[in-house]
């Protein structure tokens, strides 16, 4: 599986971005059948989770972004999404997709979770 995360960028407090996580898969399994996840990373911090999204289209988030980010996806497209709305300064960070399709609940917003991960995409927001 790899994955191509995009949409990045410099936006200013109160806007919105929306990042695109492009899958491509050799392996026998559909896309539909991962569990697909967005963390972020500031300088100087660790990984933390943003969103996740599981095969059953069950989402779940951080408390730090629910109610602003919204995660989906398109199995036709093997895309998922992540649209983030009332930018704060504080989500600047490098974001990145990742993917596993065994995935348990309790692991969803770890990244040990995740056997598959995107390059990052660099999202800059100024007060």
């Known amino acids: 599986v790899q994955l191509q995360a995009s949409g990045g960028g410099l936006v200013q407090a109160g806007g919105s971005l929306r990042l695109s996580c492009a899958a491509s898969?050799?392996?026998?399994?559909?896309?539909?059948?991962?569990?697909v996840s967005w963390f972020r990373q500031a300088p100087g911090k660790e990984r933390e989770f943003v969103a996740a999204?599981?095969?059953?289209?069950?989402?779940y988030y951080s408390d730090s972004v629910r109610g602003r980010f919204t995660i989906s996806r398109d199995n036709a497209e093997k895309t998922v999404y992540l649209q983030m709305n009332s930018l704060k300064p504080e989500d600047t960070a490098v974001y990145y997709c990742?993917?596993?399709?065994?995935?348990?609940?309790?692991?969803?917003?770890?990244?040990?979770?995740?056997?598959?991960w995107g390059q990052g995409t660099l999202v800059t927001v100024s007060s």
């Open positions: 898969i050799s392996s026998g399994r559909s896309f539909r059948q991962y569990t």
């Open positions: 999204i599981r095969s059953s289209s069950s989402t």
């Open positions: 990742a993917a596993d399709a065994q995935v348990i609940l309790s692991s969803i917003a770890m990244t040990r979770g995740y056997g598959y």
